[in-house]
């Protein structure tokens, strides 16, 4: 299978260690990516660290926080001086406030904005400037399926996954010439530690499985899976998609 994605020795930086940046870090590992892995979590790094140790396989970890263009912009260096110019990048950051609009503060509405949107910016904008000298990369966002449906009390988190999916296809249509891809993923309802807490209270989980037509939620896993594919070779005429990974949630 690592064959069939062309992955072996591809330098890949992933941004993100939770559920779905570790889950996919490790997919990626697994497949001969030389991953650089980076989260403001050092207990996240650790713990997916460890997971590829035990797989045989390993993955460097950078511990930074990112809300700082400078800093996004030095991650990209230490990523490429560390496992090579990345020719695979991967955003998986962000988190969500789950109150009505009238209840948010500014503040709320600027630190989403920052984490969520403007990382994807700063982060996407020099490793793509790196891929675009290289001519060749395949650059992946996690999205949501909050930046098409219209979820009460997301209205943050909503507007930055809007706004991530427009900024990708500006990407992929600027650099689509220079052996640039540029796609997200937008999961539905994943079982991950961030979502946890929400779906283990007031009925939550049986109400969000009641929205999806698979009858089921999702596991991080298969969004790697989707991520994996996107960041090989056989995707390499896809650029400037959503790719929806929601057991059929935005079709109903």
């Known amino acids: 299978m690592g064959d069939w994605l062309s992955l072996a020795g591809r330098p890949a930086l992933v941004v993100g260690a939770g559920g779905l940046g570790g889950a996919s870090a490790l997919s990626l590992a697994a497949q001969g990516a030389r991953v650089a892995l980076a989260d403001v979590d050092e207990q996240k790094l650790e713990a997916v660290a460890r997971r590829a140790k035990e797989a045989g396989g390993a993955i460097e970890t950078i511990a930074c926080d990112l809300r700082d263009p400078d800093r996004c912009r030095?991650?990209?260096?230490?990523?490429?001086?560390?496992?090579g110019?990345?020719?695979?990048?991967?955003h998986a950051v962000g988190r969500n406030i789950r109150r009505p609009?009238?209840?948010?503060t500014d503040a709320d509405w600027a630190d989403l904005l920052e984490l969520n949107l403007s990382t994807a910016y700063w982060l996407g904008q020099h490793a793509g400037r790196l891929m675009v000298g290289a001519g060749y990369g395949r650059m992946v966002f996690v999205s949501s399926v909050s930046g098409l449906l219209?979820?009460?009390?997301?209205?943050?988190?909503a507007a930055t996954k809007g706004g991530l999916?427009?900024?990708?296809?500006?990407m992929a249509r600027e650099w689509a010439g220079h052996g640039v891809t540029v796609n997200a993923v937008a999961p539905g309802y994943i079982e991950t530690g961030l979502t946890k807490d929400h779906l283990d209270k007031d009925g939550n989980r049986e109400a969000l499985e009641r929205l999806v037509p698979a009858k089921r939620l999702g596991v991080p896993e298969e969004v790697a899976d989707a991520v994996t594919f996107l960041a090989s070779d056989r995707a390499g005429f896809i650029t400037g998609q959503v790719l929806y990974v929601d057991g059929g949630r935005v079709l109903v």
């Open 150 to 157: 219209a979820h009460a009390d997301h209205a943050p988190y």
């Open 101 to 104: 609009v009238l209840d948010l």
């Open 165 to 170: 999916n427009q900024l990708i296809r500006v």
């Open 85 to 90: 110019v990345p020719q695979v990048f991967l």
């Open 74 to 83: 030095s991650l990209v260096d230490e990523a490429a001086a560390r496992v």
